[in-house]
């Protein structure tokens, strides 16, 4: 079936829906004699509010009241349905309506899936400089503002990634850094150097390379970096198993074949990229089948073609997927060009394509409502203190909605025994002007996210507190550390920070051995507890080496650390600069006793490369120059070593 926006004559599955006017009066007619006699109301099934009250038609039966989609009964169906978008009456121009009530992160979230399969895989095609564009999708289409409570495995029912491509020709020095930044820090960037951007190119990427990671998806949900996309409206329609709900003529998916849909534009232009959602089982007939309807191995437009291979057939006899047509001309599609202004968008569009301009993305956002769709469920945060939130008007219109509040997790007592440690590996994102460790800072972040993963812990890497330190000019860039652990360290029990040009070596040690065996150091638990800061001091060197440190949550060192970033004298010291500054300070009385110092330690946790044995856990490598090709010599000695294969020496 070919279901073509807004023709009534098309056939389809109708959800029984009247005029909304009347069922507007009836409904106010039926709360007048609530009020009256007092009777007890109705138990309505919860509406997420991430569908806008607006879109949504007033029940008029008691199926309609539960709106239990499996009690309506489709219409007989023929082998190839072809259909118009779900939309409301097109001379009805209605505005974007604020969501009801508010649901909870946890009620948003889902249960935690851990199997590799969504409902929803989410990919955004973007070329590698559309770094504030991709940063503004993170935050209103996942609730992603920073990775300070990163998001280490995706557990809900969608997955996203950016599906970036292109090489660097239109990007300069300060461009690629950012870049390098943004990979390192969210991790969510499928690199195609050497492709372009296809519907061809995407589908078989998802259905090949994807599926050999073990990661498998009933609907792929397709945009261009321009196009605006009120996610959250489409991930229900899809997870309802009906498109356009709440519209005049909505769309039910095939009970028996949900998956074999392909919703978007058919006009074999650029149009058809800009936002396409299929499902897989489509996706998979576009490649398995691909010979009977192009005869070109790498189409531009597969899903095209595909339509008009099985449109051109006999309607009683032909056989292929449902498409959902968003390319009428009656005025109805729910996916529209962008007009230059939010007051074009009606409530129930769902893309808005072309949109250039990054304010007008937020002001669609704010415009639309836009809930956060999340990825991830929260990670248990350390910190005790409630976020702020703005001061609200109850004479002013709720027009500020925050389309974007992602609730940390609640406050927790670190103090329980039961509750496992919080712990977060920390280093830096910052390439250099000089670009050294372009090339070798994504698998050495890949190599700490990697343990991280391992052990259960926060991977987060900073690179925009290493930026920071020109806007103050009078510090060089490496004070970037200090603030990093300074902004990072209230959200976790405790922080491991470990330099750029470190590797780890030994990923089967975890940091609660580590703490246990610190803690026998000292003499116990007691006396480990007034032990915040744990640094080590290499044979042969004056002072310590802090490219690799432990340091607690405490009262103890939130003072520490503000100390070292207002020790003013060091900020020029060439070359230990910080490095100094904890030296000098841990030697005075006012916090030597809060300080483990592993004294002619080349080995617990921080060892040279001329120093490493077998076993040992990460080495630093800090050569005088440029330390790229030790780094890379480092992981591959360190993936050599996770091989099964025993180095003894990393000479």
């Not at 974007?404 to 440690?421: E, F």
């Not at 343990?451 to 987060?460: D, T």
């Not at 990923?507 to 580590?514: A, C, D, F, Y």
């Not at 030697?587 to 330690?601: F, I, P």
Request: hydrophobic residues 35%.
């Amino acid at each position: 079936m070919v279901y073509l926006m807004g023709s009534p004559e098309t056939s389809h599955r109708p959800l029984m829906r009247g005029s909304r006017r009347t069922y507007l009066y009836l409904v106010l007619a039926i709360v007048a004699l609530l009020i009256m006699y007092n009777l007890p109301s109705t138990s309505y099934r919860r509406i997420p509010n991430y569908i806008s009250v607006g879109a949504l038609d007033f029940p008029t039966s008691p199926e309609e009241l539960e709106l239990d989609l499996q009690d309506t009964a489709p219409l007989a169906q023929p082998s190839v349905k072809t259909s118009p978008s779900p939309h409301n009456n097109k001379n009805e121009h209605t505005p974007v309506e604020a969501p009801e009530e508010d649901l909870d992160d946890e009620d948003e979230a889902g249960p935690i899936n851990n199997s590799g399969h969504y409902n929803v895989l989410v990919v955004i095609a973007s070329p590698k400089e559309t770094i504030s564009r991709r940063r503004l999708i993170r935050e209103h289409y996942f609730g992603l503002r920073d990775n300070l409570l990163p998001c280490m495995r995706y557990d809900t029912n969608v997955i996203y990634k950016f599906w970036v491509y292109g090489g660097r020709e239109k990007m300069n020095n300060d461009s690629l850094r950012k870049y390098a930044a943004e990979r390192i820090e969210w991790d969510d960037i499928v690199e195609r150097e050497d492709e372009v951007f296809e519907q061809w190119n995407v589908i078989k990427w998802a259905e090949e390379e994807l599926k050999k990671e073990g990661i498998t998806y009933n609907y792929l949900v397709l945009q261009d970096i321009h196009t605006f996309l009120h996610l959250s409206s489409i991930v229900f329609d899809l997870s309802e198993g009906v498109i356009g709900l709440g519209t005049d003529s909505p769309f039910q998916l095939d009970t028996e074949f949900p998956t074999d849909i392909v919703w978007g534009s058919f006009t074999g232009t650029s149009i058809d990229k800009k936002t396409l959602i299929v499902g897989q089982g489509a996706a998979a007939q576009a490649i398995e089948e691909l010979p009977r309807y192009s005869e070109d191995q790498e189409p531009e437009h597969v899903f095209t073609q595909m339509y008009h291979y099985y449109t051109s057939q006999d309607e009683e006899t032909r056989e292929g997927p449902d498409f959902v047509r968003e390319d009428g001309e009656d005025g109805t599609n729910r996916f529209n060009p962008w007009e230059n202004s939010v007051e074009s968008v009606h409530h129930e569009d769902v893309a808005v394509t072309d949109v250039y301009q990054d304010e007008e993305f937020r002001d669609l956002a704010r415009w639309t409502y836009l809930r956060p769709t999340l990825v991830c469920h929260a990670r248990r945060s350390a910190s005790d203190v409630a976020p702020l939130h703005p001061i609200v008007d109850e004479d002013e219109p709720a027009t500020d909605f925050n389309a974007t509040d992602h609730r940390p997790a609640p406050a927790l007592d670190n103090t329980v025994d039961s509750q496992p440690l919080s712990i977060a590996i920390l280093t830096s994102s910052y390439v250099y002007p000089d670009l050294c460790m372009l090339d070798a800072s994504y698998p050495a972040a890949q190599n700490k996210r990697d343990y991280a993963l391992r052990h259960g812990y926060a991977f987060v890497a900073r690179s925009l507190e290493f930026a920071q330190q020109g806007a103050r000019g009078d510090r060089t860039p490496v004070w970037g550390k200090v603030d990093s652990i300074e902004k990072v360290l209230p959200k976790y029990d405790w922080v491991f920070w470990m330099d750029m040009d470190a590797v780890v070596m030994n990923p089967e040690i975890n940091i609660e051995s580590l703490l246990e065996e610190f803690e026998r150091m000292v003499g116990g638990k007691e006396a480990f507890a007034e032990k915040h800061l744990i640094v080590a001091k290499p044979k042969r060197d004056k002072m310590i080496n802090a490219g690799v440190l432990l340091i607690r949550n405490s009262e103890w060192s939130k003072r520490f650390i503000r100390a070292v970033n207002e020790a003013s004298d060091y900020y020029t010291i060439k070359p230990s600069f910080e490095q100094l500054a904890m030296w000098d300070l841990m030697k005075s009385d006012e916090w030597r006793d809060g300080v483990l110092s592993l004294l002619n330690d080349d080995h617990t946790f921080n060892t040279f490369p001329n120093k490493y044995q077998p076993g040992y856990f990460v080495v630093h490598y800090a050569p005088d120059s440029c330390p790229r090709e030790a780094v890379l010599r480092g992981l591959d000695f360190a993936s050599r070593i996770a091989g099964g294969e025993k180095i003894m020496t990393l000479e």
